[in-house]
């Protein structure tokens, strides 16, 4: 069974631009949710999605944004990118919603870089 | 407010010596904790996890502790291989509608190196 596919792996942007990251979960699993890493603050919760649906947020300004569509896969947005912004984003994959402690699968991550 | 709090940025081990992670917690309604390995260019890896209905949890080379009255837990690596080399994550999360429940919190990581 294939893994959680992210793509792409690497991402350059200048300031002020947006981005978009996709992100691709394991068949037949239905939660995804968004993380982003930075040195020193770990992995930091952007948003859970399951059936389309937007279940939980965390604390991030509303320059990000997120989608799922109708097979599961999802797009995170990053609109007016900021130089703080450059982070590995990290997409995961459950069968079930967070809720239900189903461990994630991760995929590998986009590597952004704000310039 | 981080939640969840790995002290120790690194930690460099001996092979065939025990490895010993720690991670403490704030949110009481937390009940439910993970560790992730993640090694470079790839995504974290779920490793263990332990209930509050526990106190300790093994698997193979790895248990995790449970201390719910300090609110810390420790994963324990015997023996340590040079392979275990990555960087390792905590994670919570509480009953769901219940505090900071419905997500996943993770600490900061701590960057094991387990020397030959």
């Known amino acids: 069974k294939a893994g959680v596919t992210q793509t792409p792996r690497y991402l350059i942007k200048t300031r002020g631009q947006q981005v978009t990251l996709s992100c691709s979960p394991i068949s037949g699993h239905r939660s995804v949710s968004w993380y982003q890493q930075t040195p020193g603050q770990g992995l930091q919760f952007l948003f859970e999605?399951?059936?389309?649906?937007?279940?939980n947020k965390g604390n991030f300004p509303g320059r990000f944004s997120g989608r799922q569509f109708s097979n599961s896969r999802s797009e995170m947005n990053v609109s007016t990118l900021e130089l703080g912004d450059s982070a590995l984003y990290l997409c995961?994959?459950?069968?079930?919603?967070?809720?239900?402690?189903?461990?994630?699968?991760f995929g590998s991550g986009t590597q952004l870089s704000v310039l | 407010d981080q939640q969840v709090k790995q002290n120790s940025p690194s930690l460099s081990v001996q092979e065939g010596r025990i490895s010993i992670l720690n991670c403490d917690y704030t949110n009481s309604m937390f009940d439910y904790f993970l560790w992730y390995k993640k090694y470079p260019a790839e995504g974290p890896t779920f490793l263990i996890s332990?209930?509050?209905?526990?106190d300790k949890n093994e698997d193979g080379r790895f248990t995790v502790f449970l201390n719910k009255s300090a609110k810390h837990l420790s994963l324990h690596i015997v023996p340590s291989q040079p392979g275990d080399s990555a960087v390792y994550f905590c994670a919570a999360s509480g009953a769901l509608g219940v505090g900071s429940g419905d997500k996943l919190t993770f600490g900061t990581g701590t960057r094991l190196a387990v020397r030959p």
């Open positions: 995961a994959s459950s069968l079930g919603i967070l809720a239900t402690n189903e461990k994630l699968f």
């Open positions: 999605y399951f059936s389309e649906t937007q279940r």
């Open positions: 332990i209930s509050s209905i526990k």
